[in-house]
T-cell receptor
Framework: EAGVVQSPRYKIIEKKQPVAFWCNPISGHNTLYWYRQNLGQGPELLIRYENEEAVDDSQLPKDRFSAERLKGVDSTLKIQPAELGDSAVYLC???????????FGSGTRLTVV | KQEVTQIPAALSVPEGENLVLNCSFTDSAIYNLQWFRQDPGKGLTSLLLIQSSQREQTSGRLNASLDKSSGRSTLYIAASQPGDSATYLCAVSGANSKLTFGKGITLSVRP
């Protein structure tokens, strides 16, 4: 079984440029999460999807961040425009349900210069 | 608001030592607790998942315990090896399906 797939693995962009991250969850996992992990910190939730519906986006900075999960499968997280403080690792996770725990992808390391 | 604490932030031990990593959380109303391992520059690998009704889980040299009433979990690593060097993160899941993480403990096992 393939795990959670994320791309790209690394991205370096100049500030004010747009950037997008892609995630393909494990087949059959209805719940998809995007987390952001700053250096030396634990991951923090940005947005949670149940199928194609964003059920918790309270931590998503909506002025510059957007996300979508078309057809309830893969998802895209976008930042426009990027700021220096957005440099972090962006992690995607999926789950069959809370009882089963969570599976994370390898993450995308974003560097904004 | 759930808060998860992992102390110390870093730990260095000689190879072969048995060790315990601690995790505490403020809200005991959790569904489960999950321990993850993170290697530098990599994503999170799940090590053990403990449901709120369980007391412990074991996988190989790893044993995780959960005391929900006191808000504590421990990850026991037996006979540590240099390959165990990584950051270990504890996370709890609550009623809103949100996973709340600690900051992690960076473990270094010296040969």
């Amino acid at each position: 079984e393939a795990g959670v797939v994320q791309s790209p693995r690394y991205k370096i962009i100049e500030k004010k440029q747009p950037v997008a991250f892609w995630c393909n969850p494990i087949s059959g996992h209805n719940t998809l999460y995007w987390y952001r992990q700053n250096l030396g910190q634990g991951p923090e939730l940005l947005i949670r999807y149940e199928n194609e519906e964003a059920v918790d986006d309270s931590q998503l900075p909506k002025d510059r961040f957007s996300a979508e999960r078309l057809k309830g499968v893969d998802s895209t997280l976008k930042i426009q425009p990027a700021e220096l403080g957005d440099s972090a690792v962006y992690l995607c996770a999926s789950s069959q349900g809370t009882f089963y725990g969570y599976t994370f992808g390898s993450g995308t390391r974003l560097t904004v210069v | 608001k759930q808060e998860v604490t992992q102390i110390p932030a870093a730990l260095s031990v000689p190879e072969g030592e048995n060790l315990v990593l601690n995790c505490s959380f403020t809200d005991s109303a959790i569904y489960n607790l999950q321990w993850f391992r993170q290697d530098p520059g990599k994503g999170l690998t799940s090590l053990l998942l403990i449901q709120s009704s369980q007391r412990e889980q074991t996988s190989g040299r790893l044993n995780a315990s959960l005391d929900k009433s006191s808000g504590r979990s421990t990850l026991y690593i037996a006979a540590s090896q240099p390959g165990d060097s990584a950051t270990y993160l504890c996370a709890v899941s609550g009623a809103n399906s949100k996973l709340t993480f600690g900051k992690g403990i960076t473990l270094s096992v010296r040969p």
